[in-house]
C-alpha cells in the first residue's frame, strides 16, 4: 500500500558525513510526521529525530547540533544530514511516516527497511 525506500548509509570515518533520503510512495493521501530511529546492535531502537508536516524538529540530545531533519513534501521525501560522524553513531537507521493513505484515510505507521551506518577508522 505504501512504501519507504531508504538510500545514503554507508562507511564514514569519524568526523566525516553522511546524508541519508527516505523515499515514500503509493497510497498518499498525507503524511503527518517523519522521523529517523536507529537501532545498534544490543540496543533498543531510539528516535534520532523527528520532523512534523509544519516543519517543527526535534532531535535527540546526542546528536543536536551535528545532524539536521529536513524533508521535500512535494516529493514525500525525508532527509537526515549527519555530521561530525562519531563511532557511536553506528546503527542501522530506520525512516518512520504517519500516514494517512487514499484508500482508508487512516493513520497507517510505516517503516522502512533500515540503512546500515558505520562510522570507523
Known amino acids: 500500500q505504501v512504501q519507504l525506500v531508504e538510500s545514503g548509509g554507508g562507511l564514514v570515518q569519524p568526523g566525516g558525513s553522511l546524508r541519508l533520503s527516505c523515499a515514500v510512495s503509493g497510497s498518499i493521501f498525507s503524511i503527518d510526521a517523519m522521523a529517523w530511529y536507529r537501532q545498534a546492535p544490543g540496543n533498543q531502537r531510539e528516535l534520532v529525530a523527528r520532523?512534523?508536516?509544519?516543519?517543527?524538529?526535534n532531535y535527540l540530545d546526542s546528536v543536536k547540533g551535528r545532524f539536521t531533519i529536513s524533508r521535500d513534501n512535494d516529493k514525500n521525501t525525508v532527509y537526515l544530514q549527519m555530521n561530525s560522524l562519531k563511532p557511536e553513531d553506528t546503527a542501522v537507521y530506520y525512516c518512520?511516516?504517519?500516514?494517512?493513505?487514499?484508500?482508508?484515510?487512516?493513520?497507517?505507521?510505516?517503516w522502512g527497511q533500515g540503512t546500515q551506518v558505520t562510522v570507523s577508522s
Open positions: 518512520n511516516a504517519a500516514i494517512i493513505t487514499s484508500a482508508t484515510m487512516l493513520y497507517l505507521d510505516s
Open positions: 520532523i512534523l508536516s509544519g516543519g517543527s524538529t
